[in-house]
């Protein structure tokens, strides 16, 4: 009996010194696919043509697609990520006259994060900061602009910075869920000319990035 309770306690004694499996540690890699949302909150000056002050400014729709991000843990509680996805696609309209055109996007954003809780923890909230590079293509307008003038719609690229809130929650010693809201600064300037007249706009996005997802730790 003496020797039992001896096992017992010193299997105990080891036990307690080892950490959960869900812990993570430098070195650990996590990948995570699921669901952004990308919801503007858009504003502009009013659109310039040749000069003159049309009167109007644009807006941005919001836009879904398949996200993907990669972390790599420095320690268990500071991570660098890298957030990509799909191509965004995001309707231009004109302030109450419109559909003006549409865009597509690519927003990489490179982001330290720092996790709050134990790293025992099951849950793992965090915050972050970055910065970001948006890309902007295949911009157009509408066969109807077109056809009224429209052409040569071009946006800048974007350079910012970004902020998030998220939470990791671990299923097992591998997979989780993932949860997060970003915040980025996206500014661009579109050109465009209209019936051979130069024309502009300043477009401020700063989106809201919405992001559900599953991951896998390495």
Request: charged share 15%; aromatic share 12%.
């Amino acid at each position: 009996m003496k020797k039992l309770i001896l096992s017992v306690a010193i299997a105990g004694t080891l036990l307690s010194t080892i950490s959960p499996a869900f812990a993570y540690e430098q070195g650990d890699w996590v990948v995570r696919v699921g669901m952004t949302n990308i919801a503007p909150d858009d504003s502009s000056n009013n659109v310039n043509v040749a000069g003159a002050d049309l009167g109007v400014g644009v807006n941005v729709d919001s836009n879904t697609q398949l996200g993907l991000n990669f972390v790599y843990f420095y320690s268990p509680q500071l991570a660098i990520e890298v957030l990509a996805a799909t191509p965004f696609s995001h309707d231009i309209g004109l302030d109450t006259v419109g559909p003006l055109g549409n865009t597509k996007h690519l927003p990489p954003t490179v982001s330290a994060n720092y996790y709050f809780s134990e790293p025992s923890a099951k849950f793992q909230p965090y915050v972050g900061a970055g910065i970001n590079y948006t890309i902007f293509f295949d911009e157009k307008f509408t066969s109807a602009n077109t056809d009224a003038g429209f052409s040569n719609l071009d946006l800048d690229s974007s350079f910012g910075l970004a902020a998030q809130v998220g939470f990791d929650y671990m299923l097992d010693d591998k997979w989780l869920i993932n949860g997060s809201v970003r915040w980025i600064d996206i500014d661009t300037e579109a050109s465009f000319d209209l019936n051979g007249a130069a024309g502009s706009v300043d477009v401020s996005i700063d989106p809201l990035i919405y992001s559900i997802t599953a991951g896998y730790r390495f």
